[in-house]
């Protein structure tokens, strides 16, 4: 396997700064000798729980995170939410990108949820180590981090309150292998609901955001996007015409037909006769 090497135009690029999270130093020796051949990643710390990584990060700065999961104490997942909060609250602007490590593929999911870069299996395999590494070069030499520190802060507003008085959303960020996918607002066509995601329908593409629709719905200019259905919302100049037969339901302009409920349609009809 060769080695990732991190390029720079006109010179060498810092190291990649990393800390190994692990209850079990096997698991962290193990780890530590696979990233020996990448000669641009350095590991700073070995931490064996949750409160040694939290003084680690304190102390210095730190790019990526090789975050166990299941751990004595507090796991992994919860270290990783502490991390969002703080960035979601002005307290920490640079997030480490995190790397989960697991036993159990169950994690997996929730490891996305909370909008990890990267999860590896136990034990690792060199190549499954090579595609994650090079997807945190990605993301450093793209500087997301800033990015990804917004979508973080999306993740968090499904678990509280909507405030009143924040500003609408203009983009949406969505975290994808290596990068994180931003849409902007203005070219999404129409939503559904999927349950605890919404399906956000673009002119040439779909995308899967993890939060609900009702949610998203205080987020969304209500001058821009209306309620037609408990799992739907319409971008307002997407409004073509109301259909009745066979059944209630809005044409739009980009050609889909979208089912109506009673409880939305004189709002509806208030937005034709206004389009």
């Known amino acids: 396997m060769k080695p990732v090497q991190l390029s720079q135009p006109g010179g060498i690029r810092p190291p990649v700064r990393c800390i190994i999270v692990d209850d079990e130093q096997l698991g962290r020796i193990n780890l530590r000798l696979a990233l020996e051949p990448h000669t641009n990643w350095q590991v700073v710390s070995e931490c064996a729980h949750a409160a040694a990584a939290r003084q680690a990060l304190s102390e210095q700065t730190v790019d990526v995170i090789f975050l166990d999961i299941r751990m004595p104490g507090d796991s992994g997942l919860q270290l990783a939410r502490e991390l969002l909060a703080a960035t979601a609250q002005g307290l920490d602007n640079k997030l480490p990108l995190i790397i989960f490590v697991t036993t159990f593929e169950q994690h997996a999911i929730e490891a996305f949820e909370i909008h990890a870069l990267d999860y590896l299996l136990k034990p690792i395999a060199d190549e499954r180590l090579h595609t994650a590494l090079l997807r945190a070069e990605a993301m450093l030499e793209q500087q997301q981090q800033s990015a990804l520190a917004r979508s973080f802060r999306q993740y968090l507003i499904d678990e509280e309150p909507a405030q009143a008085s924040q500003s609408y959303w203009q983009q949406i960020y969505i975290p994808a292998p290596g990068k994180i996918d931003t849409l902007q607002v203005s070219e999404v066509l129409w939503l559904e609901s999927a349950g605890n995601y919404v399906q956000l329908h673009l002119a040439q593409r779909t995308a899967l955001f993890r939060i609900t629709i009702s ?37 739009l302009r980009c050609g889909a037909a979208l089912p109506v409920s009673q409880s939305y349609l004189q709002d509806l009809k208030a937005a034709l006769h206004n389009n």
């Open 215 to 251: 949610k998203l719905q205080q987020h969304l200019n209500p001058a821009d996007f209306i309620r037609i259905h408990r799992r739907y919302l319409v971008s307002r100049p997407q409004i073509l015409s109301l259909l009745t037969e066979p059944s209630l339901s809005l044409r």
